[in-house]
């Protein structure tokens, strides 16, 4: 069965040190991904995505994820937290073929100053 | 400002009693979908509609029902509202057709049914 799993139900780091959101995917075929970030009481606001071309890709607010086929993985990842960081996180897959997204469950990210 | 406007933001209603959700996009989106929002889940796909004139069903349709009124709105009913129906309802539209491509969300309905 198709599926996207994020790893972590929650993740907490210190303000300035790194940021690590696991997410796997099952697929034989490559399809596509995304990661979401929804803050308190907020609608989902589009991070980044995977667009078959580069495998490392930049989002907003100095996140990236990268795709690595052979792990059927897209990590987020960012180098310094920052407080407004904390929110939501979802990874979010399109398989080839379908109409439809299908995510995670959901990460969320608590930053400790 | 371009985007998914959901109406209205909150709601509560008791059990048994019927509304509707009413979602539009300016964006001139082919696609439109109804996602439901339950702590620990994530999101599921209620309904979605991939274009003007077609709907189909999602994860969880049960209980639901949804109107294409036309390539800008896309409208969700309870028709008889269950206290398992609580939850945070997004819309969201796309552009399909592309090879990558990403939703728009609206800020969502928070509904309560007692």
């Known amino acids: 069965a198709q599926s996207v799993t994020q790893l972590d139900s929650h993740v907490s780091v210190s303000e300035g040190t790194p940021v690590l959101l696991r997410c796997n995917y099952s697929?034989?075929?490559?399809?596509?991904l995304f990661w979401y970030v929804q803050h308190p009481n907020k609608g989902l606001q589009l991070l980044l995505k995977?667009?078959?071309?580069?495998?490392l890709v930049k989002g907003i607010n100095g996140f990236e994820a990268e795709f690595k086929k052979s792990e059927t993985s897209f990590h987020l990842t960012k180098p310094s937290a920052h407080m407004s960081d904390a929110a939501e996180y979802f990874c979010?897959?399109?398989?080839?073929?379908?109409?439809?997204?299908?995510f995670g469950t959901g990460t969320r990210l608590t930053v400790i100053p | 400002n371009a985007g998914v406007t959901q109406t209205p933001k909150f709601q509560v209603l008791k059990t048994g009693q019927s509304m509707t959700l009413q979602c539009a996009q300016d964006?001139?989106?082919?696609?439109m979908y109804w996602y439901r929002q339950d702590p620990g889940m994530g999101l599921r796909l209620i309904y979605y509609?991939?274009?003007?004139?077609?709907?189909d069903k999602g994860e969880v349709p049960n209980g639901y029902n949804v109107s294409r009124l036309n390539k800008r709105e896309f409208s969700l009913r309870l028709e008889s509202a269950a206290p398992s129906q609580t939850s945070v309802y997004f819309c969201?539209?796309?552009?399909?057709?592309?090879?990558?491509?990403?939703?728009?969300f609206g800020s969502g309905t928070r509904l309560t049914v007692v």
């Open positions: 969201a539209s796309s552009e399909v057709g592309l090879a990558n491509y990403g939703y728009t």
């Open positions: 697929s034989s075929y490559s399809p596509s």
């Open positions: 995977y667009t078959s071309a580069a495998t």
């Open positions: 979010v897959v399109r398989y080839p073929g379908a109409n439809n997204l299908f």
């Open positions: 964006m001139n989106h082919n696609s």
């Open positions: 509609s991939a274009s003007e004139g077609t709907t």
